[in-house]
């Protein structure tokens, strides 16, 4: 690129113009593509980001969730312009490795042993080659709507056509892309979520075949969709029963709706655990934990896990300070989380009761989704996927251009850096919004 083009490319639009000449798409992630100009950041501090066009937005997107102390947030800078003068990469072991790994045994309580990744799509790969390796069988459960990263053997029925999805009660497992390897949903048995008589069914057919059932405890890639009680302990019951391997993927729960995650929330512990996002406030790191017996196959080397930026000691570096900083200060920070975010969900239900909008508005409160539906409650994908989405469309963008940014299926993500005046910001924006929809 000419130093001319450098310099006439200054606005988003430009930028965007610029980049699709180069990143496929204009965007590194699909979750990035958006109807017209995606979002180009030029910086970011606390619950706020400036694009390069100058415009102020107030956050709720947060990096995906990862960023639950705000953006460039002191304690993580400070950690990791301190390790990046220590060195970057040493293919070798390091004292923040095993203090990161204490941590996360202190806090979550499926955690006896930890291995660690860079994204969430690997400490998936890891756990589901671990629980086939561990028992010796081949299916996995997992539950339609729910998202366990992009990679072939997952990357289906997470959010299908219903015209290829089959029936609610015997759903049909759908590629989530083109491209994935033939027959890599052969080993998948989908059911529907918060639905024991059909796992009790699967168990029935399948059991002594069945390595490992799979969820996101809390659903938070479609909606923010609580189990029905009982549901969790009814898959830890029927998990032990039959030998399988329970695992929750907290990627993004975890550290976020508690310093313990969903499983702590809830109340039930899962054999494995992934986690990332959120536990080094935005650098790049994910982990593998889980039970002794279980994780003790990869400590024997028998199943294998590898990775050349596992255990990064930069990202370390940062995982140590936020863990270290929730931890130390968690009887602060989630009850503040909650009550921060519980008031922006009652200010939004209410701008939408005042003008007829049919808004559910759902979550704990550290994370939260809005639903354009008469649905008093979601509790499966079928339900969401029934919801207006066009409606929610149009909010997201109306949101946007009003300077709130939110992710785009309606889902929140709250920081410790939104304050009041954030929330009264926001709710403004909202009852202005929903009043032109």
């Not at 990035?32 to 910086?43: E, H, I, N, S």
């Not at 997952?154 to 590629?175: C, I, K, N, Q, Y």
């Not at 302990?233 to 929750?248: A, K, M, P």
């Amino acid at each position: 690129m000419t130093e001319q083009a450098d310099q006439t490319a200054t606005t988003m639009e430009q930028w965007y113009e610029r980049a699709r000449r180069t990143v496929a798409g204009g965007v590194s992630s699909d979750a990035r593509r958006m109807a017209g100009t995606p979002l180009f950041v030029d910086r970011a501090h606390g619950a706020e980001l400036i694009d390069l066009n100058g415009k102020r937005y107030v956050d709720y997107v947060l990096g995906q969730g990862p960023d639950i102390l705000g953006h460039a947030s002191e304690i993580v800078a400070e950690a990791v312009s301190a390790q990046v003068r220590r060195g970057v990469a040493y293919a070798a072991q390091h004292r923040d490795e095993a203090l990161v790994a204490e941590l996360l045994c202190d806090m979550v309580p499926s955690a006896d042993l930890v291995r660690f990744n860079s994204v969430g799509s690997e400490a998936v790969h890891g756990a589901l080659r671990l629980a086939r390796g561990h028992t010796g069988r081949d299916l996995v459960i997992k539950f339609e709507g729910h998202y366990h990263g992009w990679l072939d053997p997952v990357l289906h029925s997470v959010h299908p056509p219903l015209d290829a999805a089959g029936a609610a009660d015997r759903p049909t497992t759908v590629a989530g892309t083109l491209g994935l390897t033939p027959g890599s949903g052969d080993s998948l048995r989908v059911l529907g979520w918060n639905d024991p008589a059909a796992v009790e069914a699967a168990f029935a057919a399948e059991g002594d075949r069945i390595a490992a059932v799979i969820c996101e405890p809390l659903l938070c890639n479609t909606g923010a969709i609580e189990p029905e009680p009982g549901f969790l302990e009814f898959l830890r019951d029927i998990c032990t029963r039959n030998g399988s391997v329970l695992i929750f993927d907290e990627i993004i729960t975890g550290f976020r709706v508690g310093e313990g995650g969903a499983q702590q929330r809830f109340g039930v512990t899962p054999d494995l655990t992934t986690l990332g996002k959120a536990m080094a406030g935005g650098m790049q790191v994910a982990a593998l934990a889980g039970s002794a017996a279980v994780m003790g196959t990869i400590a024997s080397g028998r199943v294998g896990h590898a990775g050349t930026f596992n255990s990064h000691p930069v990202a370390m570096a940062a995982a140590k300070a936020v863990l270290g900083h929730l931890h130390e200060h968690a009887d602060a920070i989630y009850p503040g989380l909650t009550t921060t975010g519980q008031s922006l969900m009652t200010a939004i239900a209410a701008s939408a009761e005042r003008h007829g909008v049919p808004l559910l508005v759902a979550g704990p409160g550290p994370l939260f989704q809005t639903y354009f539906t008469d649905q008093p409650v979601i509790r499966t994908y079928r339900e969401y996927a029934a919801c207006d989405h066009a409606l929610a469309a149009r909010f997201h963008a109306e949101l946007l251009r009003h300077g709130v940014n939110i992710v785009p299926r309606g889902l929140w993500f709250l920081s410790t850096a939104h304050g009041a005046d954030h929330v009264n910001e926001t709710a403004e924006v909202v009852d202005a919004v929903l009043a032109s929809l």
